[in-house]
């Protein structure tokens, strides 16, 4: 999908279309968004920017690594966005994938294999003082989002964490386990992505090759900040989350040894009137054999050591 969008000094956004784009000079101060381009479409883009295909197909790879690479007439700063989709039972995963901006003198280009909220935000005017004229400070911009949607989705694995928790207290099964390995993996598909950025960010500072102005260096202090934020939370959690699961993993075994347990003393109680019921009813001789109280011997003798052994296993916490 190409999008191409117009953002005035007001922040009103309007759309362009693609195919009335004639020539390159006619994408000065516009932003072309692709979203899981096709070659064809990636081809197009290609011709009319003059920028090469691979650096528009590097962010449709979902292992690229967060880098900035510079090129004679524009540069590609790569950094990850963390995704969420909700799955079966009102579960949701998270990960990354890579977003990429290509800053080119009189126009910007996005890339992305999904659509995300991020840019769609800014497709739709939600985003203050935004300006297709000001590039630096909508890449800057779309950063800063991309920190905060982080520490979002972080609050949201926390609460999620801990509703999974407190159905575990009482679960022996593995479903819960597996959400928490799942919150785990999230976790740490953040914390890799959110080194990269910080990285980036650190690059972006020192650069030159991209004009900043104060205000876009203040903004770019502020990714800094909620990144290195989101970064300690997503440390944080995942360590939380490491020491959670070893423990509800000994929970879920202990649920299921005091079951075993219990079936155990179970089995032994019942073993006990079998055992009797088949010594009174061997074909040789027993006690009271073809007498009245013979039977009335038999349970006495079935139910008292049952008693016998049941306030014992009780005493022992075995029953």
Request: hydrophobic share 25%; net charge negative.
């Given at each position: 999908m190409i999008q191409v969008f117009y953002a005035d000094e007001q922040g009103s956004v309007s759309e362009v279309s693609f195919d009335t784009l004639k020539s390159k000079a006619e994408l000065n101060n516009k932003w072309v968004n692709?979203?899981?381009?096709?070659?064809?479409?990636?081809?197009?883009?290609?011709?009319l920017t003059e920028i090469e295909e691979d650096i528009l197909k590097a962010p449709l790879d979902?292992?690229?690594?967060?880098?900035?690479?510079?090129?004679?007439?524009?540069s590609l700063v790569l950094f990850d966005i963390p995704i969420i989709e909700e799955e079966e039972g009102s579960y949701y995963s998270y990960y990354t994938l890579p977003l990429g901006f290509v800053m080119v003198r009189d126009f910007v280009v996005t890339v992305s294999l999904k659509e995300t909220t991020i840019l769609r935000d800014f497709a739709l005017g939600r985003v203050k003082t935004f300006s297709t004229h000001k590039r630096t400070r909508f890449l800057f911009q779309a950063m800063y989002s991309t920190s905060t949607k982080y520490l979002q989705y972080l609050k949201q694995i926390d609460k999620a964490s801990g509703r999974i928790q407190s159905e575990l207290k009482k679960s022996t099964k593995n479903k819960e386990l597996i959400q928490l390995l799942d919150l785990e993996n999230s976790l740490v598909y953040f914390s890799t992505s959110l080194k990269?950025?910080?990285?980036i960010i650190n690059k972006l500072?020192?650069?030159?090759?991209?004009?900043?102005?104060?205000?876009?260096?203040?903004l770019l202090e502020d990714v800094k900040i909620e990144t290195q934020q989101a970064m300690e939370m997503a440390s944080m959690y995942t360590a939380i989350l490491a020491s959670t699961m070893d423990a509800y993993a000994s929970v879920i075994g202990n649920n299921q040894n005091n079951i075993m347990k219990i079936l155990t003393s179970v089995t032994l109680m019942l073993s006990i009137p079998t055992l009797v019921s088949g010594i009174w009813g061997m074909n040789t001789w027993v006690p009271g054999q073809q007498k009245w109280w013979?039977?009335?011997?038999?349970i006495g003798v079935i139910v008292t050591t049952c008693c016998i052994v049941g306030i014992v296993l009780h005493k022992k916490k075995l029953l």
């Open positions: 692709l979203v899981n381009p096709t070659d064809k479409e990636i081809e197009s883009v290609s011709r979902d292992e690229e690594r967060s880098r900035i690479e510079h090129e004679d007439d524009y990269g950025n910080d990285m500072t020192k650069t030159k090759l991209i004009d900043k102005y104060e205000e876009d260096e203040e013979g039977f009335a011997i038999a």
